[in-house]
């Protein structure tokens, strides 16, 4: 089959390998899925760039954890029923080395749920990262009806995910967007109050169109970088869920201040979601695309062989939607 892969560790153009490798085989409680899609996460791009040291302590490693197609074929444990099942794929390359840019990728039946006839294989490729971390963010903590949530980042992939969770679920969403197109985007997907984050009086605006009231919950995209703003914005008792902090890797906590406004800070990544967090973003994104629910933003598609400009898309970090590769045609 054909499938990108890399040795070792470096930049997308040097280091990303597209030729053959050999097809697997779906073992023991695996399917075999012929995908049509692949999609490029951030953690994508830190992997290659070393991000988990011992990753390629086993041989190469072919990257990505999402994509979407068609179930080929299926290792002992596995109902035959399965073959010929449209699915989107999760954490195909977390704790082992064989993910989705390729043509074939053999993993846990668990790890490729059903994807609903009204959703394309490119929406397909969405779900795992963006979606389902966009649901733990909302849902960890509880119902979100009659709350207001605080979305940060909203037009990013993450972040126009959480908006919509929390909006069909009874919630007053807000969001923060750095300019007119992502403002838009934002109350297309459900948002009633946009601020813009590059404002240093961005808290001051949110709590004039609040007047007053403090959020409930935060899906936090830069939570270093925002806290200090976040900590002005929400309630006594308010939850952060952060599932990224890139600008300040490791950043100070105003514990006090923290302390007396009874915060709980909650860490996202969907690798680590317990199965039970983990089934439930998967029935209730089955039940938004059957019923047409909830949108998408497809930045780029982009064939699989150009596996390396879809990784310096995602790294330059300009780009909203997803980055889509397109591997075998329908």
């Known amino acids: 089959m054909k499938a990108i892969r890399f040795e070792t560790f470096g930049p997308a153009d040097e280091v990303l390998i597209y030729g053959d490798i050999e097809t697997p085989v779906a073992g023991p409680g695996e399917v075999l899925v012929k995908l049509h899609t692949s999609a490029v996460n951030p953690s994508d791009t830190k992997k ?18 999402d994509g979407a197609g068609v179930i080929e074929a299926v290792g002992e444990g596995i109902s035959e029923s399965r073959i010929g099942e449209r699915v989107f794929t999760f954490n195909a390359q977390y704790g082992r080395r064989f993910g989705t840019a390729a043509e074939y990728v053999a993993l846990q039946s668990a790890h490729a749920p059903c994807l609903p006839d009204p959703a394309s294989f490119e929406i397909g490729a969405c779900l795992g990262i963006p979606a389902m971390t966009a649901h733990r963010c909302v849902f ?19 972040g126009f995910y959480a908006i919509q969770w929390a909006a069909l679920s009874g919630a007053r969403v807000i969001a923060t967007a750095s300019n007119d197109a992502d403002a ?4 297309n997907a459900g948002a009633s109050i946009i601020v813009n984050h590059r404002d240093a009086g961005w808290p001051e605006a949110l709590l004039a169109a609040t007047n007053g009231e403090k959020v409930d919950r ?22 952060i869920a952060t599932y990224s902090s890139t600008v300040e890797k490791e950043p100070k906590l105003p514990f006090l201040k923290m ?44 064939p699989l062989a150009d596996c390396a400009a879809a990784h310096r898309e995602i790294e330059a970090g300009e780009v ?11």
């Open 48 to 65: 290659r760039m070393a991000s988990f040291p011992d990753l390629l302590d086993g041989g190469y490693v072919i990257p990505h954890s």
């Open 140 to 158: 960890a903590d509880g119902s979100v009806n009659g709350k207001t949530v605080l979305v940060t980042g909203g037009a990013g992939r993450v």
């Open 184 to 187: 838009d985007a934002c109350r």
């Open 218 to 239: 935060v899906v936090e995209v830069e939570f270093g970088a925002n806290l200090e703003n976040v900590l002005k914005v929400i309630g006594t008792s308010g939850v």
């Open 259 to 302: 302390m007396y406004l009874d915060i709980t800070i909650r860490m996202v990544i969907v690798y680590a979601m317990p199965d039970d967090a983990k089934d439930h973003a998967i029935s209730d994104i089955q039940d938004a695309l059957e019923a047409g629910r909830l949108q998408h933003r497809i930045a780029r598609l982009i």
């Open 320 to 330: 909203r939607g997803s980055v889509v590769l397109k591997i075998n045609a329908v």
